[in-house]
């Protein structure tokens, strides 16, 4: 009897998009497995932030295929395992930060046993929740998102840049959070420009090239 090798959470074969028929990534050829984390790193123009979108079904590829769990991605596949943080906060300004958190949870649902306060305590933005969001800094709206991801059931997580905005100690939340969703059986893929700090959690690095 021979072991069966696990499936990835996501694996990518010869995925390639090109804009105005300019290649920015691909082929690319790589795979993300729970309790792992992958780093993709590129200068700006690599590509990045635009494989992420593809990954998350916000952008079409123009080649290759994307399976989650084994399968071909589909909408639905992609709602139920994929949370994305990308470079917007993704949040309506007229809202407060509770209001936020519980539209998106009703959009995406909620990890079990997990509570908005619990989040909010997490991420440092105990005693805000009634706080329109259009008044937060950069750096809270980043902790929203981050309580966001915290709060989804989806075991891998797209972080685009996590360390942007944050200041030292939101670095370190960043660091705090990363290992214990994988900790949990979830996975991560980050993206950076090598200008901040990866996460301290044994990782596979992705490196896109510049764009032509």
Not at 174 to 191: D, E, F, K, S, Y
Request: with cysteine; net charge neutral; proline share 7%.
């Amino acid at each position: 009897m021979t072991d069966t090798a696990p499936v990835p959470l996501l694996a990518a074969r010869g995925l390639a998009f090109a804009r105005n028929e300019v290649p920015v990534f691909g082929p690319l050829d790589f795979a993300v497995e729970a309790g792992e984390a992958l780093l993709v790193q590129g200068g700006n123009g690599s590509g990045k932030t635009t494989l992420l979108r593809v990954l998350a079904g916000l952008l079409r590829a123009d080649a290759g295929g994307i399976e989650i769990e084994g399968q071909p991605a589909a909408p639905a596949s992609r709602a139920h395992a994929i949370a994305y943080l990308g470079h917007l906060p993704a949040l309506k300004g007229e809202l407060t930060v509770e209001e936020n958190l519980r539209f998106l949870c009703g959009l995406h649902g909620r990890r079990p046993g997990q509570t908005i306060g619990d989040a909010l305590a997490i991420v440092g933005l105990s005693g805000y929740e009634d706080a329109p969001a259009r008044q937060l800094s950069a750096g809270q709206k980043k902790r929203v998102g981050l309580a966001r991801m915290w709060l989804s059931p989806a075991p891998l997580w797209l972080l685009d840049e996590p360390y942007a905005n944050l200041d030292l100690d939101g670095i370190n939340l960043v660091n705090r959070m990363i290992p214990a969703h994988l900790r949990a059986g979830g996975a991560a893929l980050v993206t950076t420009h090598g200008a901040y700090a990866a996460p301290p959690v044994r990782t596979r690095l992705l490196e896109l090239g510049a764009a032509a």
